[in-house]
């Protein structure tokens, strides 16, 4: 692949990982798991535990929905991303900085969580989709937002 093309499916590939987060960040969960494969998987890992296994759109689409409906505010802040390149298959790791605003016990309360997600891309019809998906939270701060 010459430079100029790798440059071109890079930059394809970190527009993916942002147009995800935007489309978290408006909970647009439908058009968010267009992002996946069909019979993509996602695992989610909380301090090093496993939390949850999914497997395919429907799926993604019903648990993140679920998830996303708890919280008023969706803020992700993509930072640092490595993609290596492997003909139409890519590996990517994307740190992210995720706020979550949501009322608990009647009370304005902000979550925010270290990311790291670990992907398996295919190049397919002419775009890049997730394959696979290791989301690993790897640290949270909760407390009350000062209003």
């Keep these: 692949m010459d430079y100029t093309n790798e440059l071109k499916e ?10 995800f987060s935007n489309l978290a960040d ?4 439908h058009a968010q798991v267009q992002l996946f494969t069909p019979n993509a998987t996602s ?8 939390v949850s296994k999914l497997t395919g759109r429907e ?4 648990a993140f929905g679920a998830f996303l409906a708890k ?3 969706v803020y992700h802040f993509n930072g640092q991303q490595i993609f290596t390149l492997n003909g139409d298959k890519a590996l990517g790791t994307s740190y992210c900085m995720v706020t979550l605003i949501g009322t608990e016990n009647g009370r304005k309360m ?7 997600y ?8 002419d775009k890049w989709l997730i394959a696979k998906r290791k989301a690993n939270f790897n640290w949270q701060d909760k407390q009350p937002l000062s209003q």
């Design 10 to 19: 890079r930059a394809l590939l970190k527009e993916l990982v942002d147009t």
């Design 110 to 116: 902000k979550t925010t969580i270290g990311v790291i």
């Design 118 to 125: 670990q992907d398996e891309f295919v190049h397919d019809n």
């Design 59 to 62: 799926e993604l689409e019903k």
């Design 43 to 50: 695992e989610t890992f909380v301090n090093g535990s496993s």
């Design 71 to 73: 919280f008023e505010t």
């Design 26 to 29: 408006t909970k647009e969960v």
